[in-house]
Each structure stands twice: as structure tokens, then as C-alpha cells.
């Protein structure tokens, strides 16, 4: 017997247990002529599609990691635009469902991510390493040195 009436979609859910409550998508098979031209991408929302990157900045380079768990560096692009900036995106596909799986709870993301980062007059977008290593890119980007101001004595006539 379900604690929540049918107009929910029929879904399993108990209202004694915060967990277990799913989201009633209202949309959910409604296809009329308003969504049908909407790609499913556009639809759906994702909390992957904000992936987190930590910036930080060192005396030598500017270094920018973001998690990116499951994901290989096959499936992840970091490029350099004009006017200095640093694009990292990427795309984690959604599992293969079978006919006969039944799905009891989706946590994990899935779909696009896209970052941009417009970085300072001092870096040097010539030199941008990026690697991969356990689910964390690491996007090193190298720094121009600055330069000493020289103090020049000016000899005094008279």
C-alpha cells in the first residue's frame, strides 16, 4: 500500500523516510509539441553539469584542479581561446539501461560540463600542461616572471 496518492506517478516511495521520496518530474512522458524539439540533453538537469574546479595561484603558475571521478582523459577537453581564456569540458554518458533492469535509485550524474576561466595578463597560454591521475585533472597553466623594477643611480653634476 503506498503512502502517497497515485496522482505521483504510481511511484514506491514512504514518507516516513526522507531517502526513499522520489522526485515527481511533471513532465515526465509528456511529449507535446512544446518539448518535442528539445533535445533530452537540454532537459535533463544534472548536478555533474557544475562541475567544481579549484583555482589557486602559486609564484610559478596558475593550477587549476577539478574532480572529475569515472571519468578518462579521453572524455574530458581543455583548450585555449583567444583573449586568455581556458576552457575545461567534458561529458560523462549515462548508463545502458536493459529492458528487464529495474532501477531503484540514480545518484550519480551524468551529462555535459563546461568551465571557462579567463585568466591574467601573466600567463603564459603557450605552456599549458594538463594530466589526469586518479579522477582529478590538474590544469597547470605557467606564469610570466615578473619583472624587477632595476633602480639605476643617476649621477648628480655640480
Known sequence: MSLIP???GGRRTNV????????WDPYDGFSTS????VPSSARETSAFANARIDWKETPEAHIFKADLPGLKK???????EEGRILQISGERSKEQE?????????E???GKFLRRFRLP???KMDQVRASMEDGVLTV?????EEKKQEVKSVEISG
Open 74 to 80: 579521453e572524455e574530458v577537453k581543455v583548450e585555449v
Open 34 to 37: 512544446a518539448l518535442a524539439n
Open 16 to 23: 516516513f523516510d526522507p531517502f526513499s521520496l522520489d522526485i
Open 140 to 144: 597547470t597553466v605557467p606564469k610570466e
Open 98 to 106: 536493459e529492458k528487464n533492469d529495474q532501477w531503484h535509485r540514480i
Open 121 to 123: 595578463e601573466n600567463a
Open 6 to 8: 497515485s496522482f505521483l
Open 108 to 110: 550519480r550524474s551524468s
